[in-house]
């Protein structure tokens, strides 16, 4: 099958939709499909990639890009068409950062609620967010393709928000790759990370792998460990982020500098999973967190809140703990209690891993391919349909005539079961 993925920028490093994308990538190569990437710009780590790449160079702005990308694959002759969220000429359109407005919806909780407003009216006068607007009109248009929710609450987000028809949707979670995040990884690096953080090996280390540390909620988690009310210590590692200074300056401010650790982007997060003891994600949004999962593949308990779509996946005191309010830093502190011990830690990490081994990312591609089969076949449908359409006049025009001559020269003799 010729398969086209449409992505904004291809690069590996950047995690999440990108990262994502250069797994699917390697496995429909693997499996025999010839995959076409058309994206803005292919870093060098996709060089020796699987792909055929069509670069579009410096699209003006996100209808700039949709437009460049609706050109280049009308020129390609493709089975299937699958964007990930950045164009609108597509079979399959699976937005991995879920439902846009519903993350600007959860994205206002993040304001007193007095700004809220001032906030949400003043946006729609921008003209970022009537492009926004204008994008995804096209992007859910009702003319037959699927939309892909990785998660219920997304599918429900695209029903409410969007008007998307039900029938129309197809859910599909995201899946890890459970070789590469194992608890297996912590005799190599456990001790190694550590002792470069200056973590003591009795101290419970939380991990929260983010870029978005606001919207992930890594203020919470600063406020939860200047209330720390336990005796037992516990060492908060912060990955990701590009500009972390300020929060820096707050943990100095709150006195926690020497138990907050701001490792800032790393190129293998591996290591600091096989480190942690708690993976912690209070997130206001989040479709379906990649991180989450790769953490549940580590073997790592998770506490994560309601409005993560991976949420869906857990038996609530499991694989971890979810919150109602991941503001509630009181909450928070609560509900880590209990993995503060490493009997329940251990018992809920084994939970964790075997739940990270029903949604490996084979199974995610499985699902996957089986979305480009139904397309498929569809098409082929249609143009037989289409095909038969055409074709059927002519039919009828022979028939008629062949049936006349028949007629005109048949003698009563003749056997008359012979032509019905």
Known sequence: MKIGLVIE??????????????????????????????????????????????????????????????????????????????????????PHGGSRAAATA??????????????????????????????????????????????????????????????????????????????????????????????????????????????????????????????????????????PDCFLRAARRLGIQERTHFVGAVEDTVPYYAAADVYVHPTFYDPCSLVVLEALAAGLPVVTSRANGASELFTENCEGVLMDDPADAASFLGLIEPLLHRRRRLEMGQAARRLALRHTFARNIDELVAIYEEIAAARRRARQEAADALARPFVCRIRGAAAKTVSTTRTPSSNAGVLS
């Open 106 to 243: 959860r994205n206002l909780l993040l304001l007193p609620p007095w700004l809220r407003w001032i906030k949400r009216s003043v946006s729609r006068l921008l003209p970022r967010y009537r492009q926004f607007n204008a994008l995804s009109a096209r992007q859910y248009a009702a003319d037959g393709r699927l939309v892909l929710a990785l998660s219920r609450q997304v599918a429900a987000d695209f029903v409410r928000l969007h008007g998307v028809p039900r029938e129309q949707i197809r859910l599909i979670y995201n899946g890890v790759d459970t070789d590469r995040f194992s608890p297996a990884r912590r005799a190599t690096y456990r001790n190694r990370i550590r002792q470069r953080l200056g973590i003591p090996e009795d101290s419970t280390l939380l991990l929260i792998v983010t870029h978005n540390f606001r919207l992930k909620g890594v203020p919470m988690l600063l406020s939860a460990m200047a209330r720390w009310p336990y005796d037992r210590r516990a060492d908060l590692v912060v990955v990701g982020g590009k500009h």
């Open 9 to 94: 920028e291809f690069d590996p490093r950047r995690g999440g939709v990108e990262q994502w994308t250069s797994q699917a990538v390697e496995h429909l190569a693997a499996r025999g499909h010839e995959v076409h990437v058309v994206a803005r710009r292919f870093s060098s780590a996709t060089l020796a990639m699987p792909i055929i790449a069509h670069p579009l160079g410096d699209a003006r702005g996100r209808i700039g890009f949709a437009k460049a990308a609706e050109a280049m694959l009308r020129g390609l002759s493709l089975d299937v068409v699958h964007d990930t969220g950045c164009g609108w000429w597509c079979d399959v359109f699976q």
